[in-house]
């Protein structure tokens, strides 16, 4: 009974080691395929370009940036005037220019329309002032500043204020015996945040146009500004060389001068002009 017992249980061991010797011999080929593909697969740093960033650099934006105004021993003073006197409240805006390269800075006037840009470096400036939108922009003054000089500046602004009238014509010139189309916009002048000339339009305001000697009108006479500002009327040029037209403004007078009406357009291969 006990000889049956150990001989059974001895079966029972010998079968549980072969089913273990077993499994462990047969591969899983799917195991093997995926752990091929993970080893084979690049790493995501031999993608990347090293030289990608430096390659994109300008070589200009590191001279630039190291370009300075100062500090220095030299220095920049001056004044900003108009016609009623000192200016308070100008930029006036100041350049150091090195080759291509430019270090600049703005200052704006006070205490009787007075700047001043101490602790620089010599070399080669250039200083312009406005005030937008009253006035517009001085002259550009361009110097050569010593190392250690201290160099005075005066500028005039020009004023921007005041009514102003801009005419256009199209075609420019006019042409005889052809219609044209004149545009006048009113309003009052200014200046942008650049200095350059700019109009306040003023809307609704009556404007009469009178033709001058060799110009006649084909629309009426009497026209009132729209949201721009601008007045429209066609005319047509009956003699070469005639230019002169008026235009009334409330009561004001003003004479409106166009480039002088040229001859007449050549006329396109197949068309007969009018007669």
């Known amino acids: ?5 150990l001989s059974l249980v001895l079966l029972v061991l010998l079968a549980g080691a072969c089913t273990s010797s077993g499994g462990s011999a047969a591969p899983d080929p799917t195991a093997v395929q995926q ?9 995501p740093s031999t993608t990347a370009r090293p030289t990608t960033t430096s390659s994109t650099l300008k070589p200009t934006t590191t001279v630039t940036t190291m370009l300075a105004l100062g500090p220095g021993n030299a220095s920049i003073v001056g ?6 006197g000192p200016i308070d409240g100008a930029i006036v805006r100041i350049e150091r220019l090195v080759g291509k390269n430019v270090a600049a ?8 329309g007075t700047f001043q840009l101490p602790e620089i470096l010599g070399g080669s400036y250039r200083v312009h002032a406005l005030r937008p939108p009253d006035f517009g922009a001085s002259p550009v003054e361009a110097f050569f500043l010593a190392a250690n000089d201290r160099k005075t500046v005066d500028l ?7 009514v102003r009238l801009t005419a256009t014509v199209i075609p420019n010139p006019p042409r005889l015996d052809q219609q044209a189309t004149l545009r006048v916009q009113y309003g009052t002048g200014r200046v942008d945040d650049q200095g350059r000339a700019a109009l306040t339009p003023i809307p609704n305001v009556l404007m009469t146009l009178t033709p001058g000697a060799g110009i006649v009108l084909e629309s009426i006479a009497q026209v009132r500004t729209d949201s721009t500002g601008t007045g429209q009327w066609f005319i047509r040029c009956t003699v070469e060389g005639a230019s002169a037209l008026s235009l009334t403004v409330g009561d004001g007078v003003t004479p409106v001068n166009l480039p002088p009406c040229g001859p007449p357009a050549a006329a396109s291969p197949g068309t007969t002009r009018p007669r």
């Not at 009974?1 to 017992?5: I, K, N, P, S, V």
């Not at 752990?35 to 790493?43: L, Y």
């Not at 800075?105 to 009787?112: A, D, F, L, P, R």
């Open 156 to 162: 005039k602004l020009p004023p921007a204020g005041g």
């Open 1 to 5: 009974m006990t000889l049956r017992r």
């Open 79 to 84: 004044t900003v005037s108009g016609p009623a």
């Open 35 to 43: 752990s091929t593909t993970t080893t084979t697969a690049p790493a």
């Open 105 to 112: 800075t703005e200052v704006t006037t006070s205490g009787g």
